[in-house]
């Protein structure tokens, strides 16, 4: 079956939803909706937006248990950043700390051991949630590394020296994916870009949301957006490799409208 990412307005969730045939497999009684959100210094507010995020839970409105995760960084505890998101906390939707769960699991990760929260695993429902972003004007292909939906899983690391993972980003993320047995479903949230470095960062507000079951689909497509070429970038040609799933955007079904944000997006950064 032919991948899709379907491209709304950010207020339009539900609707992307609906043209992905919904969430009937996802959405039930018995299954716990784990979102892995992104988020490093809460300062910044690079990451999903409390309003996202609360479309996301009203979708999964059969579920009984969602959990809002992070892990402990060089930014500060999981908790402490997850407070960014504190309006969309309740009886049902909790914030969980990775780094702080004694039930784990241990997974080769690029040749080290690691141990993963016992929430990550399947029947759990998992999803990830970030923004689109691109760094600086160069093809420099760690940086192409980055990405934004698959980039986040480095946060299933509990402990905070995240960074020794860096040189062999590509392994680990994909090593990581695979232990958890993949992703469920991916949401990318384009109501803010963040393009650029520090004194030459500047912010686009494309308004858009692009969401898929396909992560690497979704990440593609959110690669395009910002102007990379999916195709060179090393952690979706790693994932083509081991079959994860559909890293060309000429194989993607696209429902909505790309260019228009693309085109806004590229504007902005060849003004940097």
Not at 113 to 137: A, C, G, Q
């Amino acid at each position: 079956m032919k991948s899709k990412v379907a491209i709304v307005n950010k207020d339009s969730f539900a609707q992307a939803i609906e043209q992905l045939g919904g969430l009937e497999e996802l959405n039930t009684p018995n299954r716990k909706v784990v979102i892995k959100v992104g988020i490093y210094n809460p300062e910044t507010k690079i990451c999903t937006t409390p309003k996202t995020l609360e479309a996301m839970i009203e979708a999964f409105d059969k579920t009984t248990d969602i959990l809002v995760v992070e892990s402990d960084s060089g930014a500060g505890p999981g908790l402490k950043r997850l407070e960014i998101w504190n309006e969309c906390y309740s009886g049902k939707v909790v914030p969980f700390n990775l780094s702080d769960d004694p039930d784990t699991k241990e997974f080769d990760v690029a040749g080290e051991s690691v141990p993963l929260s016992h929430v990550l695993f399947k029947p759990n429902i998992l999803v990830s949630t970030h923004v689109p972003r691109r760094y600086e004007n160069t093809g420099d292909e760690d940086l192409m590394n980055l990405g934004s939906i698959i980039k986040n899983l480095l946060g299933l690391v509990p402990d905070v020296k995240k960074f020794r993972f860096h040189n062999r980003l590509p392994k680990a993320l994909l090593d990581m994916y695979e232990a958890v047995g993949g992703l469920n479903l991916a949401v990318l949230d384009g109501t803010k870009v963040y393009l650029g470095k520090e004194e030459r960062r500047t912010i686009v507000t494309p308004e858009v949301l692009l969401v898929g079951k396909d992560a690497f689909a979704v990440e593609a497509v959110g690669a395009y957006m910002v102007g990379f070429d999916p195709l060179e970038m090393p952690v979706l040609l790693e994932a083509q490799k081991r079959g994860l799933g559909e890293i060309n955007p000429k194989k993607i079904e696209i429902i909505g409208d790309l260019e228009t944000p693309k085109k806004m997006v590229l504007q902005a950064f060849a003004e940097l």
